[in-house]
């Protein structure tokens, strides 16, 4: 199979779409992203990398860092985290609180800002270094010693993140954050300002492609965890528009508002895609339609 030709046509076909959608522009270090790079990059189970467009070029990978949170959080303390966030869509807004109260502080699950606050919370707990613990298993699984936090953006997130420090000490007063509101914040957009391009989110998504195994062959989850993981960012990992993409790509995918894409094959590979342009639910516009080709393309589903 030519992988190389399936994502330029991919990519082609994504690009004659007349809206582009913008780059975000509340966190001022966003927004100045070109709105007009592109890159796609498929990692196979078998080791092969191919890649199309600005794939090697990095992008402040977002909220697919929550994806490798909650997942750390699981390798290292269990099923314990499920108590403390949910499982279910959201149906608002990624940075929503109006679900935190009648919840009694239980976010509805771990891919919006409320439930990586808690999982990056546990993952703190559990390690002492949330985010040096995201980032160190992104350079040992993409082979990528150069992946860190961009501290202009991690700086500007903190800045302006007074809806994300809202949810924080909203979600402390019901007693489900162990460790300090500043510290977890901290870590939170330290994990999410890394930088790492379609290439290297790629390769670390492979894992549960892999059905829980690393690169080095050794076991991050369970195969019944790595389902449950994929599962849940199938039905809650684009924000509210998870039944559009469900729809639309028929993958296990988690979106950052840098404008990255991750998406999960199990048994065969994990494809990501980069453009800055979002939609109004904060996915990328034309990497949507490049993975939504793709899967039509190749019948590549879990459907």
Known sequence: MDYQQLLRDAMDTARRLPARGRPADYIPALAAADPEAFGMALATVDGEVHGVGDWEHPFSIQSVSKLFTVALALAEGGDGIWQRVGREPSGNPFNSLVQLESEQGIPRNPFINAGALVATDRLLELT????????????????????????????????????????????????????????????????????????????????????????????????????????????????????????????????????????????????????????????????????????????????
């Open 128 to 303: 002492g270094d949330a985010a040096g613990t995201v980032r160190d298993f992104l350079r040992a699984e993409s082979g990528n010693r150069l992946i860190a936090t961009d501290d202009g953006v991690a700086s500007s997130e903190a800045r302006h993140g007074h809806r994300n420090a809202a949810l924080a000490h909203f979600i402390a007063s019901y007693g489900n954050l162990r460790n300090p509101v500043d510290s977890v914040l901290a870590h939170y957009y330290a994990h999410c300002a890394i930088s790492a391009s379609c290439r290297d989110l790629a390769l670390a998504g492979l894992f549960l492609a892999r059905h829980g195994l690393r690169t080095d062959g050794s076991r991050l989850l369970t195969r019944s965890e790595a389902k449950r993981v994929n599962a849940v960012l199938l039905t809650c990992g684009t924000y509210d528009a998870a039944g559009e993409f469900a729809f639309r790509v028929g993958l296990p995918g988690k979106s950052g508002v840098g404008g990255g894409v991750l998406a999960v094959l199990p048994g065969r590979g994990a494809v990501c895609v980069w453009s800055p342009g979002l939609d109004a639910a904060g996915n990328s516009v034309l990497g949507v339609a490049a993975l939504d080709a793709l899967t039509t393309a190749t019948g590549w589903s879990v459907f």
